[in-house]
């Protein structure tokens, strides 16, 4: 079948550095990506990776193990603005989210 | 360019109406995708078309579930006989070819009361 992992909730400390896993499985697989969405908001897309590795994009960093069917994606010096959703995604024509993680981050 | 663009933005109808949603993408995106989300899910998949043709429906997707894009430009969602359960955000996103990248709208927020 299709589906994605990834943990409810998160809670983390503003300047801190939190971790955002996903294992998913599918048959067909083109690459993970990663969305945020904001509470009345619309997913907004933070970063894809279609090979295994760290993608960096400022203060995130997104990962991929596709021989583990695993990512991450990693905030750094976390903001009180990045309290939001997560949702891992994967692409096989179409586009499958997760259930998404909470991020609640402390002062 | 706007973004994609949704309308109506909420929508209040009684159980058993019929209701019809619009999305309008970004001009030169070529795919399309429907989903729902309802508080505290990931958005969940309906449909997906590539210019004007509908290439995969979710297998979950009741038939009074019908969606089209008849120029390969805007498209619409319909539902057919509301049900309760039926209530949920209607997200539209829009993608080219070769790009990692989806857009989302706004999204119609569905009442069905």
């Known amino acids: 079948g299709q589906s994605l992992e990834q943990p409810s909730e998160v809670t983390a400390v503003e300047g801190a550095i939190v971790q955002i896993n996903c294992t998913y499985q599918?048959?067909?697989?083109?690459?993970l990506s990663w969305y945020q969405q904001h509470d009345g908001g619309a997913p907004t897309f933070l970063s894809y990776n279609a090979l295994d590795g760290l993608e960096e994009t400022g203060r995130f960093s997104s990962f991929l193990s596709r021989s583990d069917s695993y990512g991450y994606l990693l905030l750094q010096e976390l903001q009180m603005k990045d309290s939001a959703s997560y949702f891992c995604a994967y692409r096989d024509d179409k586009i499958i989210f997760g259930k998404g993680t909470r991020l609640h981050i402390l002062p | 360019d706007t973004g994609v663009s949704q309308n109506p933005r909420h929508k209040i109808t009684k159980r058993g109406q019929n209701v019809t949603f619009r999305c309008d993408p970004i001009s030169e995106h070529n795919r399309l995708y429907w989903y729902r989300q309802t508080l505290g899910q990931g958005p969940e998949f309906l449909t997906y078309?590539?210019?004007?043709?509908?290439?995969?429906k979710s297998r979950l997707l009741s038939d009074r579930f019908s969606a089209e894009r008849p120029k390969g430009s805007f498209s619409t969602l319909e539902i057919q006989r509301t049900e309760q359960g039926d209530s949920a955000m209607y997200l539209c996103?829009?993608?080219?070819?070769?790009?990692?990248?989806?857009?989302f709208g706004q999204g119609t927020r569905l009442t069905v009361v």
């Open positions: 078309f590539q210019n004007e043709a509908q290439l995969e």
């Open positions: 996103a829009s993608s080219s070819d070769g790009n990692t990248e989806a857009f």
């Open positions: 599918t048959s067909g697989f083109y690459g």
